[in-house]
């Protein structure tokens, strides 16, 4: 499972999760913090993708001109690509982090919001956060043993 801004769907064996609330903005945040809390199991439910291996997180924050992203687990051509935030249409601001290692105690993390340039004068609208501790879940893969708690989120300016 995850915790995420925004809606789920779901028809028969797929989901269509459509990300991004509305937020109303002050200013642009510098950063973004959390405590975190998570285990990484190894893959034991796979429908063929991605494969095996350590399950993997993958913690995000995206602010845009008031563009959703809807993620179709029948259609990977919907999937968000961390690696193409940078030039997604609707994006001002983002940033992320995944892994595979555990942590069993409570630490604080802060991810820094990387600024488009060619979007530094548009006024932020809508916010994604999304917290998974499966980030193979597109594909319906991920571990039994995976998990995550998360508390104390929040914007720094």
Known sequence: GNLFTGTFRISGTNGTVTFGRDFTFTAKPKSFSFWM????GTIDVNSGKPGSGTDIYTVMVIITDGTTFAVDTNDESTFLKMESLATR???IGY?????????????????DIIYREDMKNVKPKKLVL????SGYGDYFCGSTQSWMYVDDVRFNY
């Not at 809390?37 to 990484?40: I, T």
């Not at 940033?95 to 991810?111: A, M, V």
């Open 37 to 40: 809390k998570n285990n990484e």
């Open 89 to 91: 249409d609707g994006v």
């Open 95 to 111: 940033g992320y982090i995944s892994g595979q290692d555990s942590h069993p105690e409570w630490d604080e993390y802060t991810i």
């Open 130 to 133: 999304s917290f998974t501790p």
